[in-house]
T-cell receptor, first 113, second 113 residues
């Protein structure tokens, strides 16, 4: 079975540009999470969804960040406008209700110049 | 302030040696997880501990949850080069539903042949 799929794997963009990261969770999983990982701050939860509904977005850094989950098999994380401090690896993870285990995707490495 | 402090940050040892890494907090967690992350990949769950004092073994890896559920340790016996990676602990702040994980910054382990 395919795991969590993220695209693109690498993104290089200029400051001020819009960036869209994509995630396909594991089929049948009820929860989807977006994380950001940096050397300074480690792995941080940005937002999570349950059954396509955003439940907690308290980790989203500011209004430039937005996330959507239009259906059970697709989610996007958008940064508009992007800034150099947004450079990080962004992970998507999913899990089944009642299970402890979160399954992570391979991540998107974002570089904003 | 990091909610979960991991130590040491970096560890480089020779194949066959034993090691212990630590995950400490002043907060109580309903469960705690250990993940291993390899370069270019997302974290992969190793174990979940939920009961204070609990000890779990996974081949050469031994995980312990503190009695007060505020800390945990991971002990590796006879380390092998394949154990190389970033070891992350993560505590559940969602009251047992595991929706909201707080991650430590990790211990980067290198096992030299």
């Amino acid at each position: 079975d395919a795991g969590v799929i993220q695209s693109p794997r690498h993104e290089v963009t200029e400051m001020g540009q819009e960036v869209t990261l994509r995630c396909k969770p594991i089929s049948g999983h009820d929860y989807l999470f977006w994380y950001r990982q940096t050397m300074m701050r480690g792995l941080e939860l940005l937002i999570y969804f349950n059954n396509n509904v955003p439940i907690d977005d308290s980790g989203m850094p500011e209004d430039r960040f937005s996330a959507k989950m239009p259906n059970a098999s697709f989610s996007t994380l958008k940064i508009q406008p992007s800034e150099p401090r947004d450079s990080a690896v962004y992970f998507c993870a999913s899990k089944r209700d009642g299970s402890y285990e979160q399954y992570f995707g391979p991540g998107t490495r974002l570089t904003v110049t | 302030t990091q909610l979960l402090e991991q130590s040491p940050q970096f560890l480089s040892i020779q194949e066959g040696e034993n090691l212990t890494v630590y995950c400490n907090s002043s907060s109580v967690f309903s469960s705690l997880q250990w993940y291993r992350q390899e370069p270019g990949e997302g974290p992969v769950l190793l174990v979940t501990v939920v009961t204070g004092g609990e000890v779990k073994k996974l081949k050469r890896l031994t995980f312990q949850f503190g009695d007060a559920r505020k800390d945990s340790s991971l002990h590796i016996t006879a380390a092998q080069p394949g154990d190389t990676g970033l070891y992350l602990c993560a505590g559940d702040r969602s009251g047992g539903s595991n929706y909201k994980l707080t991650f430590g910054k990790g211990t980067l382990l290198t096992v030299n042949p």
